[in-house]
């Protein structure tokens, strides 16, 4: 298994707090992403990091920001959460060399509720 | 913008049965990867197909890549208890381009 760590694995916030998740890796994998999995959407993109300080926005970027110092560690941050970011949270990892398809490896995820 | 559909959303079987779920899309992918996932976990890739017509074997699992590369199928042949969970299709449009994921084919194999 890739040795990759989500923290926390559950939380319970209020409306309008922030809140930061964080994704370790051990494996040194350049390309990093940030999931978001709701029934009946499968997992949608939120923001991914081709390297450190480089990142991205994925297909549902509004109201989160994400931060990468190290190779390591991936931070997704809700500035404000609001009710319609409770979710589940995954953190993924590859190699993506760009001559080949991009094979992921995911965290174990994060529950996030927000009351 | 690349969407990709599976069917069914959910499926109960008993033990013992044959099953098939689809992923489709009206895109053409260079590849198709099929995951599982269990409750509480995170997805784990079970196989990547990137020839149109190709078809690929693991175990009791089948998986087949269109001829035209816009649809995958994964056939389970006697499906056990331990094949319950989601089961997620992802494709890519060029070696370029994010990896896109279906909404998942929940499977529950009844002992």
């Known amino acids: 298994d890739a040795g990759i760590t989500q923290s926390p694995r559950h939380k319970v916030t209020e409306t309008g707090t922030p809140v930061t998740l964080r994704c370790h890796q051990t494996?040194?994998?350049?390309?990093m992403y940030w999931y978001r999995q709701d029934p009946g959407h499968g997992l949608r993109l939120i923001h991914y990091?081709?390297?450190?300080?480089?990142?991205d926005k994925g297909e549902v970027s509004d109201g989160y920001s994400v931060s990468r110092s190290k190779t390591e560690d991936f931070l997704l941050t809700l500035e404000s959460a609001t009710s319609s970011q409770t979710s589940v949270y995954f953190c993924?990892?590859?190699?993506?060399?760009?001559?080949?398809?991009?094979?992921?490896?995911f965290g174990p995820g994060t529950r996030l509720t927000v009351l | 913008t690349q969407l990709l559909e599976q069917s069914p959303q959910f499926l109960s079987i008993q033990e013992g049965e044959n099953l098939t779920v689809y992923c489709n899309s009206s895109?053409?992918?260079?590849?198709l990867q099929w995951y599982r996932q269990e409750p509480g976990e995170g997805p784990v890739l079970l196989v990547t197909?990137?020839?149109?017509?190709e078809v690929k074997k693991l175990k009791r699992l089948t998986f087949q890549f269109g001829d035209a590369r816009k649809d995958s199928s994964l056939h389970i042949t006697a499906a056990q208890p331990g094949d319950t969970g989601l089961y997620l299709c992802?494709?890519?449009?060029?070696?370029?381009?994010?990896?896109?994921f279906g909404p998942g084919t929940s499977l529950s194999v009844i002992p």
């Open positions: 993924a990892i590859s190699e993506s060399t760009r001559s080949s398809t991009d094979t992921q490896y």
């Open positions: 494996e040194n994998h350049r390309y």
């Open positions: 990091s081709y390297g450190v300080k480089d990142t």
């Open positions: 895109s053409v992918f260079s590849s």
């Open positions: 197909v990137v020839t149109g017509g």
């Open positions: 992802a494709g890519q449009g060029t070696s370029y381009d994010k990896v896109i």
